[in-house]
């Protein structure tokens, strides 16, 4: 389940890091990237998150350097002719600026929309905020990690008062006597961590996966449950009605360290096993031989990730999820515990800093007037200036080019038209928009609707921080020059903000940028104010918070919890939750669950991955068992289409006996699989329900 080893050994070159998973693993680059010298990839074995190993992708991740497909130059549409030409940069940012200034003149600043994304560095994540609030005046600013780790991000938050993916290291839960995956494919999205794994089993330790596909990670397990699409809520309740009934609740933890517990015992009392087995599909022998796993165990550490996220009820399954580990008596304790495996690169730092609709750098919330203040000081404008909450991810999406929504868009690091939910939709509001600006390496499928194609540095041609799963702030150093024609991120943004009239400008130096942003974070709850890119750079990353402090600095926080939690009180709060089900439940119409998710060698909407050789790229396909398969009369490789009732898609059918009969998985790299998701959002989160919907299969 580890990396394989690198082709070869290199000489000494830039230590950086993988552009793609929360991972974050350490990596060497040697090579210029020029003139077709191949960029390579070798190992830096002394950094502890991977410790040299590497995924494929993150073997093959220099494949984009000197390719074709990179964008060169700006490029404009003609809107008559529908086609693009090239553009030099002063005419494609003074139109931008133009068509920008008249909508804001016109209709106001929320005419214009920003959308970001969790693969952006902590630089271009705060400045992007920063842009959007103080350039533009904008509050319609959000961004693609609303769908990966908004519902984890709720339920922590509310829980124990803070919103760090990992509370400790991942490294930690090789100590565990049990570590449950709910919604986790590890060994396929974060190959170098299942090594974790490996090491727990081997000193004796169980692992347990809860998911509706026996995924490889699966295989590796000592127990396998799979629940429905959308059952992992009601085996959560089921599982603490369990621990309850018999004797299994540390009663003493409870008391000294929580709240709420007893409203949460009296709302499970319902749940008893056999409704457990009908609601969620597990089998009641099953339930009670986990039930009694965890209650045997002194350490258990209990990990979910987007296939439990993923639903309309997400926040509240990860809510239940928590409930059992508190009940347990393990967040706080060594080797044990709650945390959720974070997806995009970035996708804790990403929303820790400006650019989720509802927050302030440092994870402050934009209502809180404290906060607006405090932010107002480092940037240098009044609070009053600062715009207030805007819509969510999708909401903002589905409201362009409406009366009420954003006239214009910019698009920084994200391929919409590929990754967002109910897709025809939002491609739909796509085209409706006045202006569509894209930032990006190649024409992704967004960058082939936009009105303006601005063409940016990729990972290996900038300098810039990220914050890993652990909560670790990691430095990516450039390795290869910018190609001539290609800008920065933050170029782009301190060049859109001169033209707008920003009342303050907006720095292109990544290292002054994060300097701004641990000012900004200061005495918040993500507190980076102690953390300089030389800390980074001694101590292999440094773990937040970590705030400035006189004299000795301050070490940084590789684990929370172990005194108190960081609500008012010091005690984490139980939560009462109930099972809804999915929002569009299979019929008679549409009798089956359709769930996506990845695999190995792509990654997220594939912009990046399915442009490298060395990478299969077979494109979408539909993950069948035998009995269903044999029901509609379809045979291995056989083309199918999958139908909901938002759209339809054509693939071959991979027949397997690792899912579910009542279910159907497609991956979700490619155009045209999230024209079938549905776009039911959690009330808490706004995580739109991409895990699960009613779907029908047929022979195409």
Known sequence: MTGAAPPSGGPQGTRTHCPYCSLQCGMTLTGSGRGGA??????????????????????????????????????????????????????????????LSDLREGHGADAIGVFGGGGLTNEKAYQLGKLARVAIGTSQIDYNGRWCMSSAASAATRTFGIDRGLPFPLADV?????????GSNLAETMPPAARHLDRLRERGGQVVVVDPRRTPTAAHADVLVQPVPGGDLALALGVLHLLVAGGHVDAAYVEERTRGWDAVAESV??????????????????QQALVELLAGSGRVVVLTA??????????????????????????????????????????????????KA??????????????????????????????????????????????????????????IVVSAP???????????????????????????????????????????????????VVLRRQAVPVPEGVRSDLDVMAGLAQRLGSPVPLSTDPEEVFAELGRASAGGVADYSGITYARIEAEHGVFWPCPATEGAAHPGTPRLFSERFETPDGRARFHAVDHRGPAEPPDADYPLHLTTGRVLAQYQSGAQTRRIAALPDPGPFVEMHPQLAARLGVADRMLVEVGTRRGTLRAPARVVDTIRPDTVFVPFHWLGVNRLTNDALDPASRMPEFKVCAARVGAA
């Not at 998150?49 to 700006?74: D, F, H, I, M, Y």
């Not at 490029?75 to 133009?98: F, K, M, N, P, Q």
Request: charged share 25%; aromatic share 4%; net charge negative.
């Open 38 to 99: 191949r960029l390579e990839v070798q190992p830096w074995a002394e950094f502890p998150v991977n410790e040299g190993a590497l995924c494929r992708k993150g073997w093959t991740a220099g494949g984009l350097s000197g390719s074709r497909e990179r964008l060169t130059t700006p490029l404009l549409r003609d809107r008559a002719t529908g086609e693009l030409r090239a553009a030099s940069w002063d005419e494609a940012l003074d139109l931008v600026a133009a068509r």
């Open 174 to 182: 090789e100590q565990a006597d049990v570590v449950v995956l709910v």
């Open 269 to 286: 009392a319902g749940w008893w096993p056999e409704r457990v087995e009908r609601v969620s599909g597990v089998a009641v022998a099953e």
């Open 306 to 355: 987007r296939g439990a996220e993923q639903h309309a009820q997400g926040s509240d399954t990860v809510l239940a999820w928590i409930n059992v580990a508190l009940a347990l008596g393990m967040p706080g304790r060594p080797h044990a515990g709650y945390g959720c495996l974070t997806g995009q690169g970035n996708g804790q730092g990403g929303r820790e800093h400006g650019q």
């Open 358 to 415: 509802d927050q302030l750098p440092g994870y402050r919330m934009i209502d809180d007037p404290e906060a607006r203040a405090h932010v107002a000081r480092v940037w240098g404008v009044d609070p009053g200036a600062i715009p207030g909450r805007g819509r969510s991810a999708y909401e903002m999406l589905d409201a362009l080019g409406t009366p009420t929504g954003p006239r214009a868009l910019l698009v920084m690091g994200s391929n």
């Open 422 to 472: 109910r897709a025809t939709r939002v491609t739909e509001r796509l085209e409706a928009l006045d202006l569509l600006v894209v930032c990006d390496l190649v024409l992704s499928e967004t960058a082939a609707l936009a009105d303006v194609v601005l063409p940016v540095t990729q990972w290996a041609e900038e300098t810039g921080t990220m914050t890993n799963l652990e909560g670790r």
